[in-house]
């Protein structure tokens, strides 16, 4: 492994963002090799040298997540033998780093899709246990009401043993078949199959934001960047400190 910063070692092994780990330094619990280090910018191996924070020793793990704004046409897996997937569409160096998606959209469903190597943050988001929120942009066949809201909130019946859990539906003013239907749970075809219970269909479906994330409004169709510093660790602080 290459040499790094001390401050991003930090960043990595404590989950902080760097102007965390550089008070973290600074302050003085920060060790390496069994000196106290206060120098944000030191250069060490993140194989081999000896990094403590309050006398506890740290690893280095760093995990890449990438988000992607998923055109319709493309299957949400790593391989499919009868349609593309998404990874047709990724530049080669992003292909090659072994990223898989959290969760799935309908092949004709389009927006946010979260690629990484993260296995323990990618189960923690899509755990029924955690109710981690999914934003929608819908079209259906028919006007939304406020029927459909209360509906919504109070749980609709879509063959699963219980009802939904409260959703949420924002109608728009202009065009009642347009809506955001914010959920926090991801069963299979959940807006679908919602749309359904209230006698509607979709024609439309786009995830606008999925747990801490939003889909950036400069990212085009087919296009995927690196999350931020700040948008990973907003994301990495959802999984408690192992
Ligand atoms: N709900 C659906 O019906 N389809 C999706 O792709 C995502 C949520």
């Known amino acids: ?30 060790e390496v090799d069994g000196k106290m280090q206060k120098d944000i910018a030191l250069k060490i191996d993140s194989d081999k ?7 506890k020793a740290l690893t280095y793990k760093s995990f890449h997540y990438y988000i992607l704004n ?7 897996s790593t391989e499919d033998e009868r349609d593309p997937t998404i990874m047709e569409i990724l530049p080669e160096k992003i292909k090659k780093m072994g ?14 899709v979260l690629l990484t190597d993260n ?34 909130f109070q749980g609709v019946d879509i063959g699963e043993k219980s009802l939904t859990l409260p959703a949420t ?13 914010t959920l926090c749970e991801g069963k ?9 219970a209230v006698s509607k269909n979709v024609l439309y479906l786009e995830r606008v934001a999925f747990a801490t994330l939003t889909l950036p409004e400069d990212l085009e169709r087919g296009e995927v960047r690196e999350l931020t510093d700040t948008e990973t660790a907003e994301l990495e602080k959802l999984l408690p400190v192992q």
């Open 1 to 30: 492994m290459a040499k790094i910063r001390l401050d991003k070692f930090i960043c990595e092994a404590l989950t902080l963002t760097r102007s965390e780990s550089h008070r973290v330094i600074r302050g003085g619990g920060v």
């Open 70 to 76: 998923k055109p319709a046409g493309y299957i949400t």
């Open 99 to 112: 990223l898989f998606p959290v969760g799935r959209l309908d092949k004709d469903t389009e927006g946010l």
């Open 188 to 196: 299979f075809h959940q807006v679908k199959r919602m749309l359904c």
């Open 169 to 181: 539906l924002e109608i728009f003013e202009n065009d009642p078949k347009k809506a955001y239907l």
């Open 49 to 55: 040298s000896d990094v403590r924070y309050k006398g």
């Open 119 to 152: 296995g323990a943050l990618s189960h923690y988001l899509l755990s029924p246990k955690h109710h981690v929120s999914k934003k929608y942009y819908l079209e259906s066949d028919l006007e939304l009401s406020e029927k459909d809201v209360e509906a919504f």
